[in-house]
């Protein structure tokens, strides 16, 4: 790394920036893109290759975001004050859960695929089906691994104010439950 975490050189979250927001084709474009607007505006780069800002996110991201989002709130009630940020007297916040598939590669089967499908006990084998015309059916792709992400999003702002992930069987109420223990909320939010 020629830059750090956090410090000169627009640190990895300005390159994480300048990457989500690059409109290239491809991931490994958006980051040449964004190492040049990075060298361009900082003069140097925090993450010289594509697989060191990956392995960087991964190791920065559990101790950068918390802090990230701490900071994005504290400007959202300044920017949205009472016009934007509440209705009245609440703030209001939108719950919606989603599921979203993942590439499927090992470490995603592994946290994200669904552990029993197709192997269940109501789960029967193609020879035991009375139908021949379902037996003889071609069988459908297996399931991709697929991600669910439930998100709280503050409906004056339009901005997603806290987020949960977990495996496709994962449960937006249990997620929702678990935001509300973790993460601080203004007064008379709704």
């Known amino acids: 790394m020629e830059g750090s975490a956090t410090g000169h050189c627009g640190g990895l979250m300005g390159v994480a920036v300048l990457w989500v927001w690059s409109g290239r084709t491809t991931l490994g474009r958006s980051f040449v893109h964004a190492r040049r607007l990075s060298r361009a505006m900082f003069g140097c ?3 010289t290759t594509y697989q ?16 990230i989002q701490k900071r ?11 016009e934007h ?10 719950v919606d859960g989603s599921r979203v598939s993942t590439p499927r590669t090992v470490s995603n ?6 552990k029993n ?9 193609r020879r035991k089906w009375k139908n021949k015309k379902q037996r003889s059916k071609k069988l459908s792709a297996p399931v991709k691994p697929q991600m669910w992400l439930t998100l709280i999003w503050h409906m004056g702002l339009k901005m997603p104010w806290a ?6 069987t994962s449960s937006e109420r249990q997620h929702v439950l678990d935001i509300l223990e973790t993460e601080t909320f203004p007064e008379n939010t709704l």
């Open 163 to 168: 987020r949960k992930t977990g495996a496709s």
């Open 52 to 67: 060191g800002l990956t392995g960087a996110l991964n190791t920065w991201s559990p101790k950068l975001l918390p802090a």
């Open 72 to 82: 994005l709130h504290k400007l959202m009630e300044q920017v949205g004050g009472d």
């Open 45 to 47: 780069v925090a993450v």
């Open 85 to 94: 940020g509440r209705v009245g007297l609440w703030v209001a916040l939108a």
């Open 109 to 114: 089967e592994k946290a994200f695929a669904a």
């Open 117 to 125: 499908d197709g192997k269940g006990r109501k789960a029967q084998s």
